[in-house]
């Protein structure tokens, strides 16, 4: 039988402080296009600008790499692009549309980003992987996902399979993956990156 695990979710459950549309229209479907109007963006209480004026207009089905030295704001561009962040000055729009208009979760929905560094939270592989409680997981698409990211066979080692804790702090049979498994240099990582690439679609 699976291992169980009951996960402290109060953090999860809290609710959304980014703004909401009142009367939110739509996200037309796609393909996509993008237009930066003028936007700026800085932390809060900060007088520095991570982004400031920038205009830039991403068309339907374009391709677009970031290049720039570190603080440039490519990370701050991603999260401002998927409303991970609100911009401070200006305004993003989609087809036409400004994106604070949209229902947050409907939009943030049209997107799945990789992110540089990743940080498994210790809890079960599942959860990490279906990032939502051990009830409302969809246990076919996870191992789908765990498949298609090359682990497969690593989780039929495992005792408990997906249902391993990944990290010991919440269980001292969790597992630890090693540098080999998870670092950017890695042969798996490097072929995950190359399926991504292969695979991905483009708005």
């Known amino acids: 039988m699976a291992k169980k695990y009951s996960l402290n979710r109060t953090f999860m459950d809290w609710p959304d402080a980014m703004e909401q549309a009142q009367n939110p229209v739509p996200v037309p479907p796609g393909p996509?296009?993008?237009?930066?109007?003028?936007?700026?963006?800085?932390?809060?209480?900060s007088s520095r600008y991570a982004i400031q004026h920038l205009?830039?207009?991403?068309?339907?089905?374009?391709r677009l790499a970031l290049v720039g030295s570190n603080g440039a704001g490519?990370?701050?561009?991603?999260?401002?692009?998927?409303?991970?962040?609100?911009?401070?000055?200006?305004?993003?729009?989609c087809n036409g549309i400004d994106i604070r208009r949209f229902d947050r979760k409907q939009y943030c929905d049209c997107f799945s980003a990789v992110f540089q560094e990743v940080l498994p939270l210790g809890?079960?592989?599942a959860d990490n992987v279906g990032v939502s409680d051990g009830e409302r997981i969809d246990r076919q698409r996870v191992d789908e996902c765990i498949q298609k990211a090359g682990l497969g066979d690593k989780m039929r080692t495992l005792?408990?399979?997906?249902?391993?804790?990944v990290q010991k702090a919440m269980d001292d049979e969790g597992i630890?993956?090693?540098g080999k498994l998870v670092?950017?240099?890695?042969?798996?990582?490097?072929?995950?990156?190359?399926?991504?690439?292969?695979?991905?679609?483009?708005?």
């Open 159 to 165: 005792k408990y399979g997906a249902d391993t804790c």
């Open 55 to 62: 205009n830039l207009e991403i068309e339907k089905g374009q």
């Open 32 to 45: 996509y296009e993008f237009q930066f109007r003028d936007v700026s963006w800085r932390y809060l209480g």
């Open 183 to 203: 670092s950017p240099k890695s042969h798996l990582c490097q072929k995950t990156a190359k399926k991504l690439q292969k695979n991905i679609k483009f708005c």
């Open 176 to 178: 630890e993956f090693s």
């Open 74 to 93: 490519k990370f701050t561009f991603i999260k401002l692009l998927l409303r991970l962040y609100d911009v401070t000055e200006g305004e993003i729009l």
């Open 123 to 125: 809890f079960s592989a």
